[in-house]
């Protein structure tokens, strides 16, 4: 279900990974020369971007080549998901029949009912907030990595290595990248953190905000962003999720051919504008799975 992946070099993706690292190298280097809300925006923008190009690589893309394609995404450039695990999970996302389920979906931001029962009252508020857009920009993050560090902390306490090997390539690879913006282009760790990796992250929270919702009707579950050039070129067309969800193996620049197929009478936003006037401060779904 999750698609067999290039079978060709697929030249445009092979551009954007060149035009991404050419970008995060010369904002680095030039990192004085801006005001820090310009650093943030083009920080968080380049990397989201990145994390989109490791999407494409999940999926089996730019080559026929798995390992060249781990390869061309090795720097971690928000430091916290190692590379294998986000493989993992989001093709359990994919193979899944029942998206959004919270004992099923691994990408689901659903508690079950035992779940949300278990919460304390401090929780329950925190978690609401992070169902609002602007809770889900601004802890989001925090919520991701303290999510990861539970389950991974678990595994270890239960003597479980079975992940060693791969947080040892993932500090080598966050070695690699801090190496680079902290040694070399003069940034400290904070502000790497805080202008590239946080922002990062809350970019790539944005589109998988409103990608799925639970609901009895399947083709309900997974949405369509009619979004402008700018944010589909950051996401790589990945806001037209429902397109991507029928036809995973598909490359991003061939998504919006396919779309235009797509019928527009489902769960459909016209651009994330859309989604920031409806959700800002408002809870777009309960916590607790309501299905």
């Not at 500090?171 to 003069?186: D, K, M, N, P, T």
Request: hydrophobic share 45%; charged share 20%.
């Amino acid at each position: 279900m999750n698609g067999t992946g290039s079978k060709r070099w697929e030249w445009p993706t092979l551009a954007v990974a060149a035009v991404i690292y050419l970008a995060f190298g010369a904002l680095t280097l030039n990192h004085e020369a801006l005001p820090w809300w310009a650093l943030v925006l083009a920080g968080g923008y380049i990397t989201a971007w990145h994390g989109s190009l490791q999407h494409e690589v999940v999926h089996g893309h730019p080559t026929p080549s798995r390992a060249l394609n781990e390869l061309l995404v090795f720097p971690s450039l928000w430091l916290w998901l190692p590379f294998p695990l986000y493989r993992q999970t989001h093709l359990r996302h994919h193979d899944t029949g029942v998206i959004t389920d919270p004992v099923e979906d691994p990408e689901s931001f659903y508690l079950t009912r035992s779940g949300w029962k278990a919460c304390g009252n401090l929780r329950r508020l925190f978690l609401i907030a992070n169902n609002t857009l602007i809770g889900r920009l601004l802890i989001g993050p925090v919520v991701c990595v303290k999510g990861l560090i539970e389950r991974e902390g678990r595994q270890f306490l239960k003597r479980d290595f079975s992940n060693a090997r791969i947080w040892i390539m993932h500090a080598a690879s966050g070695a690699l990248v801090i190496g680079w913006a902290c040694g070399i282009c003069g940034l400290s760790v904070l502000e790497y953190i805080f202008c590239f990796a946080y922002p990062g992250i809350s970019l790539t929270l944005l589109r998988s905000f409103a990608e799925h919702q639970a609901s009895f009707d399947h083709e309900e579950r997974t949405v369509m962003v009619d979004s402008g050039r700018l944010m589909s070129l950051l996401y790589l067309n990945n806001n037209l999720h429902a397109v991507h969800h029928a036809e995973p193996g598909v490359a991003w620049y061939q998504l919006p051919a396919r779309a235009r197929e797509y019928p527009r009478d489902r769960y459909v936003f016209r651009g994330y504008g859309e989604i920031f006037a409806r959700y800002l401060f408002r809870p777009k779904e309960p916590v607790e799975f309501p299905l």
